[in-house]
């Protein structure tokens, strides 16, 4: 789903855009470093990264930018579900926040925030750029 549903989602969605454009591509840290069971997810995620900047030399002189929003570990229900069977998920939060060198989990507010400015005239001057939102997880 992560590549292919995002090519046919980028090729249907170019031929309606102009100049001035943004492409978010949603990634993952998990796309730029190992992540034990996680290897196929890691892959698509790893793909997206490419995608962005292929595509940024693609579209080059259109206007259209295609940049990588890529969350690191962020509080959402969907991590709260994933976690509420293992039994642990309190050890689990602290084990990951312990990693974070802001010794949090994000919030889904901060990743939206991030994916206004690159869908705003702010990053006019970004594209095939990966933009982390993950508490320099990746980073370090």
Request: without cysteine.
């Amino acid at each position: 789903m992560n590549v292919k549903g995002t090519l046919f989602t980028v090729q249907k969605a170019l031929p309606l855009m102009h100049a001035g454009s943004s492409i978010i591509l949603t990634g993952s840290t998990t796309g730029s470093m190992g992540t034990p069971a996680f290897s196929v997810y890691s892959a698509t995620k790893a793909a997206l990264r490419n995608f962005a900047r292929s595509w940024a030399l693609d579209l080059k002189g259109t206007g259209i930018r295609v940049n990588v929003l890529s969350p690191g570990p962020i509080s959402t229900p969907g991590l709260d579900m994933a976690l509420a069977g293992t039994g642990q998920k309190d050890a689990i939060i602290e084990d990951m926040t312990a990693q974070l060198p802001l010794s949090r989990i994000g919030q889904a507010e901060e990743v939206a925030a991030a994916a206004l400015f690159l869908a705003s005239d702010e990053s006019s001057f970004m594209t095939g750029s990966e933009m982390f939102v993950d508490g320099g997880f990746a980073q370090v």
